[in-house]
């Protein structure tokens, strides 16, 4: 299979720039413009837009799609499910990467990831929107637009994980994202607290990303899992995300006041 890894996303500047570290990114829960720019501002890479658990209608996720890519942030998208029309509402306004939740086998990735590759490589439909310039579309547009925007199905079911090899190996995937906290409570575990046997399904996926010649990312909620990412060579992280870090300024400004 051929890895179709563009130098200009985040999630693929460790393996093309040699980076010590994962790419860094944060999830956006609510449509905060605000929240962005200063993230773009303090350093991060990368914005995951969370229409799966976050609270973003469509329309503002289309308008921060362009404010953020002017930001300079690589912007992925977690639709809020993996259908045809959540997907193409998200490719359309111009994100570089989709994240597919809750696949459940290879078969359904199979079905899933078609819908983010224009043919004959997939089954996604022709909108002429953002990514066409709203019509005008150059000569190798649909090729160009298949190696640009990025698909991870997520590994977050048991039947997902089971099938990861067949997963990774699809022509319509070009990276893993791991979401530990849902795979832990399917695997009989409870909550996820990185112990070896939840370490151990991150590595099997890191894996078997590395074997079909693909990218993998994860949430890093801590400087454990984080350090694991860096050692199994992860492209992208998500170390925070807006409603923590304000939660976060909130606490700082009670410790000013002694409150806290």
């Not at 956006?28 to 229409?51: H, K, M, N, R, T």
């Not at 079911?157 to 906290?181: H, K, M, Q, R, Y």
Request: aromatic share 8%; hydrophobic share 50%.
């Amino acid at each position: 299979m051929v890895s179709r890894k563009p130098a200009h996303s985040a999630a693929t500047r460790p393996a093309t720039a040699k980076r010590s570290v994962p790419a860094l990114a944060f999830w956006l829960e609510y449509a905060s413009l605000p929240a962005c720019e200063i993230a773009a501002q303090a350093g991060y890479d990368a914005v995951i837009f969370d229409l799966e658990h976050g609270i973003i209608p469509q329309q503002d996720a289309d308008r921060l799609a362009f404010a953020c890519k002017k930001l300079g942030l690589t912007v992925y998208s977690r639709v809020a499910a993996a259908g045809r029309v959540s997907i193409q509402h998200a490719l359309d306004s111009g994100v570089d990467g989709v994240i597919l939740p809750q696949i459940l086998n290879a078969a359904h990735a199979r079905e899933a990831t078609a819908y983010t590759k224009y043919p004959p490589l997939g089954t996604r439909g022709v909108g002429y929107s953002r990514t066409m310039n709203y019509g005008a579309v150059t000569p190798g547009f649909f090729d160009d637009e298949n190696a640009r925007c990025l698909c991870f199905p997520m590994i977050e079911t048991v039947g997902a994980l089971a099938e990861v090899d067949a997963i990774a190996a699809l022509n319509t995937v070009d990276g893993l994202f791991v979401g530990p906290s849902d795979l832990s409570m399917a695997r009989g575990r409870g909550a996820f607290a990185a112990t070896d046997d939840d370490l151990g399904d991150l590595a099997a996926v890191a894996t078997a990303a590395a074997k079909a010649g693909k990218v993998w990312a994860l949430p890093a909620p801590s400087r454990k899992i984080f350090n694991f990412a860096v050692r199994h060579a992860a492209a992208l992280v998500t170390v925070c995300d807006d409603l923590t870090a304000l939660g976060l300024g909130f606490a700082q400004g009670l410790a000013v006041a002694q409150r806290r």
